[in-house]
């Protein structure tokens, strides 16, 4: 018997980042109920987005705190050519998943 047995969990997490965390609550006995309240997808006014983040010599360093903000994120860097060119750039993840 796991830790969850006969107890459901609700999870919340985006249809296509659920699996993992219901095959845990499963591994423990429980029953995941998929109920997806969020849908992450790229923002649609990407150039509102690049003026926001301003030229890239403001930074030193882009720090992601998501497998989402990194997935976005990335897209938007890899298109900044002004990053790419300077050596001091980095970014980084901050979860292992990332």
Do not use: W
Not at 10 to 29: D, F, K, N, S, W
Not at 44 to 55: C, K, L, M, S
């Amino acid at each position: 018997m796991g830790r969850l047995t006969g107890i459901g969990v609700l999870v919340t997490r985006p249809e296509h980042q659920a699996q993992h965390l219901c095959q845990l609550i499963e591994a423990e006995g429980g029953t995941p109920v998929r109920y997806p309240a969020l849908s992450i997808r790229p923002r649609t006014d990407r150039a509102a987005v690049r003026a926001a983040i301003g030229p890239a010599d403001r930074y030193d360093y882009v720090i992601f705190i998501s497998a989402n903000a990194a997935r976005f994120g990335s897209d938007l860097l890899e298109q900044r050519r002004d990053i790419r060119s300077e050596p001091k750039r980095a970014a980084f993840a901050l979860m292992k998943i990332t």
